[in-house]
């Protein structure tokens, strides 16, 4: 498979379909977002999604994020929409908050990992809200890169990883928030950290009150324990760069590097 790399600029329509006609298509398609790229399929095409874990060598049990271009959009996602994510719409939405909710059951368990909840955002990023629109139709996206790699944050960090296992990558340029977004569960009574992201825990308390943070956030998930958001599981952002530990003092550390 040849990957093709499309600069899509605002108001070009016409690229802009021809990269959505390959998600109707069942096909996935690599994009910008603020926080880091997206590799994207249908959310309602399981084959598609399929594709999403088999280029990126994705874990089954690791869930995906769903990608919405208007608010309108998440009463297909969810069961219900709870009065807290009003508050954080209003105050971080667009942006890089992404929400779990009771899923719709529109949402297969392959987007899910088998989870009865669902993770949704809808990000800042002109060129990603205007493809998810052109789509028709939600889009399942987790970062594109090998599964444990370093998230990327430009076209050419996708090509790095993917070139030959996807047919398009959008060129957005580099993303302006560069890590992953905040994932905040609104389950249960008091909302609950999953992923520390760009919305500090602090911004989300000064619009919620109280919010907590999972335990899992600073600990390892017990044996047989699901993952209930990206992040909280498998190995993530491992360089490839050899990394060597030097304990000594300064003086020391100044002459090894001088070498």
Do not use: W
């Amino acid at each position: 498979m040849k990957t093709k790399i499309v600069k899509i600029l605002p108001g070009d329509t016409e690229n802009l379909e021809k990269a959505a006609k390959l998600i109707k298509c069942g096909e996935i398609v690599a994009i910008p977002t603020e926080t880091v790229y997206g590799l994207a399929a249908n959310v309602y095409d399981e084959s598609a999604v399929g594709k999403i874990f088999k280029a990126k060598g994705r874990p089954q049990d690791n869930p995906l994020i769903v990608h919405i271009s208007k608010l309108s959009q998440l009463g297909e996602i969810a069961a219900y929409i709870p009065d807290s994510l009003k508050v954080l719409a209003e105050h971080f939405m667009p942006g890089p908050l992404t929400v779990v909710l009771p899923k719709n059951p529109k949402i297969s368990d392959t987007v899910t990992a088998g989870l009865s909840s669902v993770a949704v955002r809808m990000p800042s990023h002109e060129t990603a809200r205007a493809f998810i629109s052109a789509c028709l139709v939600p889009l399942a996206a987790p970062s594109a890169n090998i599964s444990g790699s370093p998230s990327p944050t430009s076209a050419k960090h996708v090509f790095d990883d993917l070139n030959g296992k996807i047919p398009m990558i959008i060129d957005g340029g580099e993303c302006s928030v560069g890590v992953e977004s905040t994932v905040i569960s609104l389950l249960g009574d008091v909302p609950e950290v999953l992923r520390p992201g760009a919305v500090t825990l602090e911004q989300l308390q000064s619009v919620l009150g109280e919010v907590k943070v999972n335990r899992a956030v600073l600990a390892p998930l017990q044996k047989n324990e699901k993952a209930s958001s990206p992040g909280m599981k498998h190995k993530h952002y491992s360089p490839k760069t050899k990394i060597i530990t030097v304990k000594s003092s300064a003086q020391a550390f100044v002459r090894y590097v001088n070498g």
